[in-house]
């Protein structure tokens, strides 16, 4: 996979580019991401890339001219399908779906906003999709073009050490992840849940399950509102809820 990555930043993202999960991706070659300045598109003697907005108002717009002709050279370079990706508070927030689909992709083009955002006719031209990774402001794309990357890479057959790993996320299924334990098996008097020493796979299978849509109905009910549960998965979450309450009683 190839990913272009439009910011006026581009050395902001040797955070992803040279460790973890991307780096060693980077370095195996199995992924490629190229930041390009977009300020070397910029307009004059200054390379400006923004100015006031129209109506008046707060702050400064980037403008539309360096974004497009940026957008229209890496295109020459992709496949004509290759999506561009605007990250944005204004987008649809970016779920698992997306992240899965666009892990399947072999190009794409992050297009990281300042400043009071982009003038909506580059948007408009380069055909963009905007996406946000939260209801929340940051003062860039930059940070949230890095979440999306990372969430991608991780879906790339090959990075991952063990290729279970990422297919046991949260959101996999539409559900939060279990609860972890590592030795030793009592820390400052809190010890782990006996079925994990077992060596009954079943029931370790079976205690996941129910931590997991236990999990989801406490933090991110949600979730289990879009979901269809099947008969094991609905009595899984009937026997947590018992447990549940029997703890706060």
Known sequence: MRISVVTI???????????????????????????????????????????????????????????????????????????????????????????????????????????????QRALDIIGAEELSIGDYVISGGELAAMVLIDAVVRQIPGVLGNEQSSSQDSFTDGLLDCIHYTRPKLVAGHEIPAVLLSGDHEAIRYWRLKQSIGRTWLLRPDLLEQKYLNKEQQQALTDFQEEFEKEQA
């Open 9 to 119: 930043f581009p050395q902001m993202f040797h955070a992803v580019t040279d460790y973890g999960v991307v780096g060693r991706a980077v370095e195996n070659n199995l992924v490629s991401i190229e930041p390009v300045d977009l300020r070397s598109f910029g307009q004059g003697q200054y390379k400006r890339l923004d100015d006031r907005p129209f109506g008046g108002g707060p702050g400064m717009v980037m403008l539309a001219e360096p974004i497009v002709e940026c957008i229209g050279r890496l295109r020459q370079k992709t496949k004509d399908d290759a999506p561009v990706i605007y990250l944005s508070p204004q987008g649809k927030r970016v779920d698992h779906q997306d992240i899965s689909k666009f892990s399947k992709m072999s190009e794409m083009i992050l297009l990281c906003g300042r400043y009071e955002g982009i003038d």
